[in-house]
């Protein structure tokens, strides 16, 4: 079991994938109890996004303010994170990053809720605690759902 909780930790820690992917794995692959799966999901998911964002604020937030040229995959996930987000932020400001992240669906994870507060120059101290919040709603509805306690579609 203990191989198989070290995979669900591993694969929560993926972009795209994140805990939406590890949950359902876990529970149903691996027949890990369900209370294991999503804390070691939650923390899978959440432990990358503070190199992530140490890693924009050392080496891209330079680049990406001056407009300088960013590895083309790169500049274009911020244009579409940044397109994708403004509407929310504008709206009710740093707390869009908790229905950005809690929507369990592809590309609206964790991930992505860092590089919004990264383009929207949300200070990660904040961030932080609202991304965590906002994966605290995934993993229970993720988790519900692989119950079949509740269905999402």
Do not use: C
């Amino acid at each position: 079991m203990i191989v198989d909780v070290i995979k669900i930790f591993l694969i929560s820690t993926l972009p795209i994938v994140e805990l939406r992917g590890a949950i359902p794995m876990g529970i149903i692959e691996y027949e890990i109890p369900f209370q294991i799966v999503f804390f070691v999901a939650i923390f899978g998911n959440i432990l990358p996004i503070f190199f992530i964002a140490w890693f924009m604020e050392k080496f891209i937030r330079k680049s990406y303010e001056d407009g300088l040229k960013l590895p083309k995959l790169l500049h274009l996930k911020l244009l579409n994170t940044e397109k994708k987000a403004k509407n929310r932020v504008e709206k009710i400001g740093e707390l869009a990053l908790i229905p950005f992240v809690a929507i369990p669906l592809p590309l609206t994870g964790a991930w992505t809720g860092i590089l919004v507060a990264f383009i929207f120059k949300i200070p990660y101290k904040k961030a932080f605690p609202l991304i965590f919040i906002g994966l605290i709603i995934s993993g229970i509805i993720v988790t519900l759902s692989t119950l079949g306690l509740i269905k999402i579609f």
